[in-house]
């Protein structure tokens, strides 16, 4: 078994959406791109080296416009929002974002989001990739309840990193250092319009400029880029070292359909004991109840350092038996060795388990640890 060693080509077309910083992206060396929600989405500018020294040291920023909006609107919108999911919303005021599961009748996840309740009936859901739209319009379709369904023009363009709160202040002439975490506002900066957020995935502090008005998308690219300077700004992708240190996981690599909240630590996300009804509540009820099979964990893999991504799920095994698979994996500066994410059979998911990986380089022994490595910094260091 081997990695592809032929180059790797992605063919650019009308049938895929190009993003709002699609030239912007070309102007600053994008290295390539893979499809995201129908979108091109990069996947890196300098390297995922280069790129995660300057995301744990300084500020980075770049095109995350994959991240597809949903807009969910009508009188019944919170009800609705409530209904399609298994988190307890009691306490989602105007303003807050929530992260969120969103469950098939069945428990398993349909995909993770981010949830922004902008007004008392009106949220943007932002979510994996996926036909999450198709899903929630489904649902509304015979669900009695008045609500709208619809994919907003809204870009998400996330700025992460330790001076990301300076760049952010300097943008907007300190008007949003208040910004509490997973808070958002209306804002506007040089008559563009959009919503500011402290979300993002990056593993650390981050925020997200929702451009609401395409065509100012490299406009706005452009502003960025000019005030990061001061703070050694860098565009880059999502990071994959950062993200597997930081325990963020990806829909359709680290989890998917088949597997439910608990299996991958987030049972926080599922309350079945709030008294309205959700989709999967049951067969939440239950699996909580039974416990799972398996559990996503960290694994730490001894061996040469790990350039270069899985192309395909790695086996995990106990000698002759396969016991669960690797999504992703790199090496980790910081921890000093190769670290990844897996989901494996319950009886080896306790701490300190030992064993083997079969990847393309050989097998890898390996040490199943809790994850994150490093949790973000969500101070903002304005001081």
Same mark, same amino acid.
Not at 141 to 159: K, T
Not at 257 to 285: C, M, S, W, Y
Not at 304 to 320: G, H, M, R, S, Y
């Given at each position: ?69 949903? &807009? ?278 306790? &701490? ?32």
């Amino acid at each position: 078994m081997s990695e592809s060693k032929l180059p790797l080509l992605i063919g650019i077309g009308t049938r895929i959406r190009k993003s709002p910083y699609y030239e912007s992206n070309l102007k600053y060396g994008v290295t390539g791109f893979t499809v995201y929600n129908k979108m091109y989405l990069p996947t890196g500018f300098s390297g995922p080296e280069k790129e995660y020294e300057s995301l744990i040291n300084d500020v980075t920023f770049g095109d995350f416009a994959a991240e597809r909006q949903i &807009e969910i609107n009508g009188k019944d919108a919170y009800k609705f929002v409530r209904y399609i999911q298994p988190r307890n919303l009691e306490k989602c005021e105007i303003g807050f974002c929530k992260y969120i599961i969103l469950t098939d009748m069945d428990g398993g996840i349909v995909n993770d989001a981010c949830l922004l309740r902008l007004e008392e009936n009106k949220f943007w859901i932002s979510p994996g990739d996926g036909d999450v739209i198709l899903w929630l319009q489904g649902i509304a379709i015979n669900s009695g309840m008045d609500v709208s369904i619809h994919e907003p023009d809204v870009s998400p363009l996330q700025i992460s990193g330790p001076k990301s709160g300076k760049l952010i202040q300097k943008l907007f002439n300190g008007e949003h250092d208040d910004l509490g975490y997973y808070k958002a506002r209306q804002t506007q900066l040089d008559d563009i319009p959009m919503v500011i957020a402290r979300t993002g995935w990056s593993g650390e502090l981050s925020y997200e400029l929702y451009l609401q008005d395409r065509k100012l998308g490299n406009k706005l690219f452009e502003l960025v880029y000019e005030a990061a300077e001061e703070f050694n700004g860098r565009v880059i992708a999502p990071n994959t070292i950062r993200t597997i240190e930081g325990g963020l996981l990806s829909y359709g690599s680290d989890f998917g359909r088949e597997h439910n909240p608990f299996t991958i630590g987030f049972g926080r996300l599922v309350d079945v004991d709030q008294e309205i009804d959700f989709i999967g509540k049951e067969a939440l009820k239950k699996i909580k109840q039974n416990g799972t099979k398996e559990k996503l964990v960290g694994l730490e893999l001894e061996g040469d350092p790990l350039t270069k991504a899985p192309e395909n799920f790695w086996p995990v095994n106990d000698k002759d038996k396969k016991v669960g698979r690797v999504s992703r994996a790199y090496y980790s500066p910081r921890v000093g060795k190769n670290i990844a994410l897996a989901i494996v059979d319950i009886e080896y998911a306790d &701490e300190g388990t030992i064993v083997s990986v079969d990847s393309p380089y050989g097998d890898f022994e390996s040490k199943v640890v809790n994850i994150p490595w490093f949790q973000a910094d969500k101070d903002t260091h304005l001081d």
